[in-house]
């Protein structure tokens, strides 16, 4: 028997790993697995290349709890490691089994999957046992090795009489890490890190019912028979090509992936190439709810099938972390902070990739199938509008197929809009003034008062539409756009024509005085137009850019305006053709503060503003003048 001291830079490297290397845990177990995971991989690759005559069989990799001694097994029928490889690969911490076997057949293992967690990856075991044992036979004709450490420099390292190929190690839970040694907790990692690793794991049995035969009598009931409990699916989805794959496959790896989502995804995005890096996946559009926060998190991040984390940040663009799936890429590098990455040139072009892979798709949605694709619009409106406010390149390619629906659920582009309001939209400066709602059934009468006129008006009512909007209008030459109550009708498209009042200028200045005495001035600033005489009476706007800045500031930017802490103001627009306004002119003073009150009180209450106490009053005030 052989004993010795594991070559390392520092004596403690214990304690180091324990607390630094790797601070969760549980990512034992995920270590290992990618070891053994490896170790087959190897075998298969010498295999397949001719470089031995072994027979590879179908291998598994066995993990099994013995609770009563505290110990756990892991099992593989991979290469295996003869003594002196046992000292290289584990002893001396400095070196990578990996790295040399990649290094050998560098240009044949290029495609074989190897993962390449030996060295430190294995010492991970540390974190949850006082002692480790290693048996090992290597695929080579030579003695099985029985490698012993308990936490310390110090191992030993002895002869097996281990017959089958392959290497198990073997974990003395520590009595601090005892929930490891419950199954439960055991198949939940599996799941979480290992539920697609390319070699079939086994962790136990399971009862599988037999399906009954067509003859069998109403009261028969089911047999059983035990099964092993195979943990993962060695074959996902996003491993072969779009070829092998129909609809039902993709829906169906989204109800793998997602088990307790019970609508199916909207459209895929199957991801896959290999230079200048090598990536694949499959990306999912669920629908999409108006709250954009809850959406995150949903993608998987694997690298060659193991997962590693469902924070995609940095790595995917932030628009499109809202969607689900998964991406699997050896060149991702893991444990690094978000900084790094996003400056890291490989995840740049990662990046870029999936944004135009995502457009590209899109945009062929939108080609092969317009009408589906309208139809979808609302579920997916979330993600392309947030994608071209925070990526230029996604802005541009967007121009294609992003849509500006009406409130009569037309959808045009951007091109097409402009091209049927040029004609009735266009006012005295050559502007395009797009306008458009936020909520149809809340802004219905302003809606109603331009659509009388002939205009367009478009249903925008995302989160982010402030921002958008913003964005549109610095990028468009001589657009802009207008909600329909940030003025009154006539003033939303601002022609030559000029309306002639009724009244005249003395007599609008003292029919304004009269509204300053009932009407608040710290919220309303009273403007007095001349209309159609069969518009309202009074009608509340707020100034589009006023709004705009106030929305921004609520969804995250526009603060730098100081609009967060202004308070709410609005326009009272008097319309002195009406002839309320004329009646007002002419009461006696108390008189005109009842009709302004009143007036006031049902502008108010056609936009939303009249609540509590001012409500109810308005209520009783309005009964009483019934009766």
Same mark, same amino acid.
Not at 35 to 41: E, F, G, M, R, S
Not at 94 to 101: D, I, K, L, R, Y
Not at 186 to 209: A, C, D, Q, S
Not at 536 to 561: D, N, S, V, W, Y
């Given at each position: ?103 050998? !057949? ?52 002895? &002869?097996?009489?281990k017959q089958e190929r392959g290497t198990e190690i073997i974990l003395h839970v520590n009595e601090e890490d005892e929930e490891f040694l419950e199954d439960n907790r055991i198949e939940e990692l599996l799941v979480k890190y290992n539920k697609f690793m390319p070699i079939p794991i086994r962790f136990g049995t399971k009862e599988e019912t037999l399906p009954l035969p067509d003859d069998a009598p109403e009261d028969a009931k089911p047999e059983t028979k035990t099964v092993d409990n195979i943990i993962n699916n060695p074959n996902p989805a996003w491993t072969k090509q779009p070829t092998e794959l129909e609809?039902?496959?993709?829906? &169906?790896?989204?109800?793998? $992936? ?38 995150? /998190? ?42 790094? $990455? ?36 609302? /579920? ?11 990526? /230029?390149?996604? !802005? ?108 005249? /200028? ?31 009476? $009074? ?7 006023? +709004? +705009? ?37 002419g009461a006696d003073e108390e008189t005109q503060q009842r009709l302004i009150k009143q007036s006031l009180d049902l502008a108010r209450l056609s936009q939303n503003l009249l609540k509590g106490e001012e409500l109810t009053n308005f209520i009783k005030r309005s009964f009483d003048m019934v009766k």
């Amino acid at each position: 028997m052989a004993t010795g001291k594991i070559n390392v830079s520092v004596d403690n490297i214990f304690p180091l790993i324990k607390k630094f290397l790797y601070s969760d845990h549980e990512i034992f177990l995920r270590e290992l697995i990618s070891n053994a995971t490896d170790a087959t991989l190897k075998l298969k690759h010498l295999t397949n290349i001719g470089e031995t005559d072994v027979d590879y069989g179908n291998p598994i990799i066995d993990i099994k709890v013995d609770k009563e001694n505290k110990k756990i097994h892991i099992t593989d029928q991979g290469i295996g490691m003869t003594k002196e490889e046992v000292e290289k690969y584990i002893n001396e911490v400095a070196f990578s089994g990996a790295e040399e076997f990649l290094e050998k !057949y560098k240009d044949s293992a290029k495609d074989s999957g190897i993962i390449g967690h030996f060295g430190l990856g294995f010492y991970s075991a540390f974190m949850v046992a006082h002692k480790v044992e290693i048996i090992t036979k290597s695929y080579k004709d030579e003695p099985a090795a029985h490698w012993t450490c308990e936490g310390t420099t110090q191992f030993t390292l002895e &002869d097996s009489d281990k017959q089958e190929r392959g290497t198990e190690i073997i974990l003395h839970v520590n009595e601090e890490d005892e929930e490891f040694l419950e199954d439960n907790r055991i198949e939940e990692l599996l799941v979480k890190y290992n539920k697609f690793m390319p070699i079939p794991i086994r962790f136990g049995t399971k009862e599988e019912t037999l399906p009954l035969p067509d003859d069998a009598p109403e009261d028969a009931k089911p047999e059983t028979k035990t099964v092993d409990n195979i943990i993962n699916n060695p074959n996902p989805a996003w491993t072969k090509q779009p070829t092998e794959l129909e609809e039902k496959d993709y829906n &169906d790896f989204y109800r793998e $992936l997602y088990p307790m989502q019970f609508e199916d995804p909207l459209f895929h995005i199957h991801l896959n190439v290999d230079y200048p890096f090598n990536l694949t996946g499959i990306l999912y559009f669920p629908k999409m709810t108006q709250d954009m926060s809850v959406q995150k /998190d949903k993608i998987q991040l694997y690298q060659n099938q193991v997962f590693v984390t469902d924070n995609v940040e940095g790595i995917v663009p932030e628009f499109l972390t809202m969607l689900r799936g998964v991406i699997d890429s050896p060149d991702i590098p893991l444990n690094v902070s978000r900084s790094y $990455l996003q400056a890291d040139g490989a995840v740049k072009k990662i990046s870029s990739y999936i944004t135009r892979k995502v457009a590209d798709k899109l945009k062929s949605l939108f080609n092969n199938n317009r009408e589906d694709f309208q139809e979808k619009w609302n /579920d997916i409106k979330v993600v392309i509008e947030y994608g071209m406010l925070t990526e /230029d390149k996604f !802005y541009e390619k967007a121009q294609k197929f992003a849509l500006y629906p009406t409130i009569d659920n037309e959808y045009y582009t951007f091109e097409e809009l402009k091209e049927t309001i040029k004609d009735n939209q266009t006012d005295k400066d050559g502007n395009l003034v797009v306008l458009y709602a936020s909520n149809q059934n809340e802004q219905h009468s302003y809606i109603q008062a331009a659509k009388d006129k002939g205009y367009k008006v478009l249903l925008l009512d995302s989160p982010i539409i402030s921002h958008l909007l913003q964005k549109l209008e610095s990028s468009e030459e001589k657009v802009t756009f207008t909600r329909v109550d940030s003025d009154h009708v006539d003033n939303l498209i601002k022609t030559d024509e000029e309306k002639i009042s009724k009244l005249s /200028d003395d007599e609008k200045e003292k029919l304004k005085g009269d509204f300053e005495k009932v009407v608040p001035k710290e919220k309303y600033t009273i403007q007095m137009e001349a209309m159609d005489s069969n518009a309202a009476p $009074l009608i509340i706007t707020q100034p589009e850019f006023m +709004r +705009r800045m106030k929305e921004m500031q609520q969804t995250g930017g526009g603060g730098m305006f100081g609009m967060g802490n202004m308070p709410e103001m609005y326009n009272l627009v008097v319309n002195t053709n009406h002839p309320l306004t004329s009646e007002i002119l002419g009461a006696d003073e108390e008189t005109q503060q009842r009709l302004i009150k009143q007036s006031l009180d049902l502008a108010r209450l056609s936009q939303n503003l009249l609540k509590g106490e001012e409500l109810t009053n308005f209520i009783k005030r309005s009964f009483d003048m019934v009766k």
